[in-house]
């Protein structure tokens, strides 16, 4: 059972958006910035947005990220079948003295 | 550029231990900490914890304290976890991470392979 809430599978077609949430709670989403992962198969996870809307260098701006309250989302636009992957949300839990990282279990991405 | 190998596959059966190895390049290891995460097969991310490469303080997820251990030596830039008494859950591919910051896992190894089976 993640700490952080995704929906298990999206699709849609070329060239279309999609968006997927993560959705927590005060003491992770709600006071902490967000990362999303793209993990192609068989691959390590690769660090597509950090600090809830940021992207490293190289990333397309065809990735953008969002952040509302205790919710975050990933909004992919132009979808290439190169995108077809797993995406993972992630950020920092304070509830514990020494905190821990978390991470949302993971949403699959089938580009039609 | 910001490297991370990982040392290969294991083989452990139930109650060993087992030692994954990490070697960083490309950056200044002292300036940064580096996680350990983990996917059992077919699993979502789990984090295992954290192992600064400054001063080797670390930070180990609850359900893994006690059982787990992680160092970082700054003469070869490796950071190293060891976790025993392995049972069959523990079979996954254990990754390292360089943290940007603790919401932030920025470079990631290739991953290891831990199979733990009789």
Redesign the interface.
């Known amino acids: 059972q993640?700490v952080l809430t995704q929906p298990p599978s999206v699709s849609a077609a070329p060239g279309q958006k999609v968006t997927i949430s993560c959705s927590g709670s005060s003491s992770n989403v709600g006071s902490?910035?967000?990362?999303w992962?793209q993990q192609l198969p068989g691959t390590?996870?690769?660090?597509l947005i950090?600090?809830n809307d940021k992207r490293?260098s190289g990333i397309p701006d065809r990735f953008s990220g969002s952040k509302s309250g205790t919710s975050a989302t990933l909004v992919i636009t132009g979808l290439q079948t190169g995108d077809e992957a797993d995406y993972?949300c992630?950020?920092?839990d304070s509830s514990?003295s020494?905190?821990?990282?978390?991470?949302?279990?993971?949403t699959q991405l089938t580009v039609l | 550029q910001v490297q991370l190998v990982q040392s290969g596959g294991e083989v452990k059966k139930p109650g060993a231990s087992v030692k994954v190895s990490c070697k960083a390049s490309g950056y200044t290891f002292t300036n940064y900490g580096i996680s350990w995460v983990r996917q059992a097969p077919g699993q979502g991310l789990e984090w295992v914890g954290w192992v600064s490469g400054y001063n080797g303080n670390t930070n180990y997820e609850q359900k893994f304290q006690g059982r787990v251990t992680m160092t970082a030596d700054t003469s070869t830039s490796t950071v190293y976890m060891e976790l025993r008494s392995l049972t069959s859950d523990d079979t996954a591919v254990y990754y390292c991470a360089r943290d940007k910051n603790a919401q932030v896992r920025e470079y990631w190894g290739q991953g290891t392979l831990v199979t733990v089976s009789s």
């Open positions: 993640s902490n910035n967000v990362a992962y390590a996870p690769k660090l950090y600090d490293p993972y992630g950020t920092w514990l020494a905190g821990f990282a978390v991470f949302g279990g993971g």
